[in-house]
């Protein structure tokens, strides 16, 4: 059973910085993928970003590429998001997630490269607003 906790939540100003942190426990997996996902009031779900472990491979939904950077350390089973100019309607709260590249989803949405999550985080609330 592999464990999430996300932290690094708060409120920002239009055009600043935040840093959200996911650290990944009890996995025996080798590789696996940690995606970030983000749900705003009234909206649904959305995959906002995504990293392998192996290989540091990485996916960025458009709404966030060019302002948004995932990384991760390996050993420490660690992923970090840093999010750069936020806008208020970045506002939501932050998921992280992992996938063991167990199953595919089939209609595109996935932005862990075409695969599902199995596990997630409990989220972290992210508040961009002057």
């Known amino acids: 059973q592999l464990q999430l906790a996300e932290s690094g939540g708060g409120l920002v100003q239009p055009g600043g910085s935040l840093s959200l942190t996911c650290v990944v426990s009890?996995?025996?997996?080798?590789?696996?993928?940690v995606g970030w996902f983000r749900q705003a009031p009234g909206k649904e779900r959305e995959g906002v970003s995504c990293?392998?472990?192996?290989?540091?491979?990485?996916n960025y939904a458009s709404s966030v590429k060019g302002r948004f950077i995932n990384s991760r350390d390996k050993a420490k089973q660690i992923v970090w998001l840093h999010m750069n100019n936020l806008k208020p309607d970045d506002t939501a709260v932050y998921y992280c997630?992992?996938?063991?590249?167990?199953?595919?989803?089939?209609?595109?949405?996935?932005?862990?490269?075409?695969?599902?999550?199995?596990?997630w985080g409990k989220g972290t609330l992210v508040t961009v607003s002057s």
């Open positions: 009890g996995s025996t997996a080798e590789y696996y993928a």
């Open positions: 990293i392998t472990t192996g290989t540091g491979s990485t």
């Open positions: 997630a992992a996938s063991l590249f167990k199953s595919m989803v089939t209609d595109g949405s996935s932005i862990c490269f075409g695969y599902d999550m199995d596990y």
